[in-house]
């Protein structure tokens, strides 16, 4: 117990604080975009939910290096399977997508990764960790193959070892040890491994879903920075959420999904909370 207050004595940046014990920042600190040329491009695109019914109805935008683009709507309306077929968990049924140039429609998932995709996954114990494995082993799901993690398919432990070491730092995840099962760790340093697994290899696109879900407000402080980071580094991202908050904060530009079409897209600049409300709900909607 760290404190005891009244609500009409303390504010959001001091519960923030006394949660975490720090001060954190609750605004996004990110300077005007710089937007380059187009690195993922969708067109027509269509995707059948689990039950074989069209979920996503041929719906096209495009992302460009140096900005995010942020996929605002009410979770259910298509932007899970969106995603997943987009970082080759599902099959598309229709449309098109180019990668960096290449067609790289219904690719499968180490395809995508070797060409620059990075994927922070909507659930993070179900798509993006082996919650049996260490967090050593789990920061290099993607790139244990290749030296020096993997030398003529024999696994070099030394090199996991400092490799995950440098990531423990660098990303200020609270391990007792790199050999810890992932399953150990909070949700929020869970998150943090996925993101120094993803985000510390060379990487032209960030598929972001849902980055912050679950996450305390420390976490969440840091989940943001990294992403805004990417974007100022050159890479595209595309950040799909549920919070409008993370949405109208982050973005440069917002689209908006409503039962899987995208209704409107709208700078962020010009966008107003009433009206992506509005567009989330299904009002005042026009398909673009």
């Given at each position: 117990?760290?404190?005891?207050?009244?609500p009409?004595?303390?504010?959001?940046?001091r519960?923030?604080s006394m949660?975490?014990?720090?001060?954190?920042?609750?605004?996004?600190?990110?300077?005007?975009?710089?937007?380059?040329?187009?690195?993922?491009?969708?067109k027509d695109f269509k995707?059948?939910?689990?039950?074989g019914?069209?979920?996503v109805?041929?719906?096209?935008?495009?992302v460009?290096g140096g900005?995010?683009?942020?996929?605002?709507?009410?979770?259910?309306?298509?932007?899970t399977?969106?995603?997943?077929?987009?970082?080759?968990?599902?099959?598309?049924t229709?449309?098109?997508?180019?990668?960096?140039?290449?067609?790289?429609?219904?690719?499968?998932?180490r395809?995508?990764?070797?060409?620059?995709l990075?994927?922070?996954?909507e659930?993070r114990?179900?798509?993006?960790?082996?919650?049996?494995?260490t967090?050593?082993?789990?920061?290099v799901?993607?790139d244990y193959?290749h030296?020096?993690?993997?030398?003529?398919?024999?696994?070099?432990?030394?090199?996991?070892?400092?490799?995950?070491?440098?990531?423990?730092?660098?990303?200020?995840?609270r391990?007792?040890?790199?050999?810890?099962?992932?399953?150990?760790?909070?949700?929020?340093?869970q998150?943090?491994?996925?993101?120094?697994?993803?985000?510390?290899?060379?990487?032209?696109?960030?598929i972001?879903?849902?980055?912050?879900?679950?996450?305390?407000?420390?976490?969440?402080?840091?989940?943001?920075?990294v992403?805004?980071?990417?974007?100022?580094?050159g890479?595209?991202v595309?950040?799909?959420?549920?919070?409008?908050?993370?949405?109208?904060a982050?973005?440069?530009?917002?689209?908006v999904?409503?039962?899987?079409?995208?209704?409107?897209?709208?700078?962020?600049?010009?966008?107003?909370?009433?009206?992506i409300g509005?567009?989330?709900a299904?009002?005042?909607?026009?398909?673009?």
């Amino acid at each position: 117990m760290v404190n005891t207050v009244t609500p009409a004595e303390t504010d959001e940046p001091r519960l923030a604080s006394m949660m975490v014990g720090r001060q954190v920042i609750l605004t996004v600190e990110k300077g005007a975009s710089e937007p380059k040329e187009k690195a993922l491009e969708v067109k027509d695109f269509k995707v059948n939910s689990q039950r074989g019914l069209e979920t996503v109805h041929g719906i096209s935008f495009d992302v460009r290096g140096g900005e995010i683009l942020g996929i605002a709507g009410v979770q259910g309306n298509g932007q899970t399977e969106l995603v997943e077929a987009l970082t080759g968990l599902r099959a598309p049924t229709g449309g098109a997508v180019h990668f960096d140039g290449q067609e790289v429609t219904g690719s499968m998932p180490r395809a995508m990764t070797e060409i620059g995709l990075a994927h922070i996954p909507e659930d993070r114990q179900r798509h993006g960790l082996v919650l049996s494995y260490t967090v050593a082993d789990n920061m290099v799901l993607c790139d244990y193959y290749h030296p020096p993690f993997g030398v003529r398919g024999i696994i070099q432990q030394t090199a996991l070892d400092e490799n995950a070491r440098r990531l423990i730092q660098a990303y200020d995840v609270r391990t007792p040890s790199p050999y810890v099962p992932v399953s150990k760790l909070s949700g929020g340093n869970q998150q943090k491994v996925i993101v120094a697994r993803e985000l510390s290899r060379p990487v032209k696109l960030v598929i972001a879903n849902q980055p912050t879900r679950g996450l305390d407000v420390g976490s969440i402080e840091y989940i943001h920075s990294v992403i805004v980071k990417m974007r100022d580094n050159g890479a595209a991202v595309l950040l799909v959420s549920a919070e409008l908050d993370e949405i109208m904060a982050l973005s440069d530009r917002i689209a908006v999904m409503y039962r899987g079409h995208i209704v409107a897209i709208v700078n962020v600049k010009e966008a107003t909370r009433e009206q992506i409300g509005l567009w989330m709900a299904g009002a005042q909607a026009a398909s673009v």
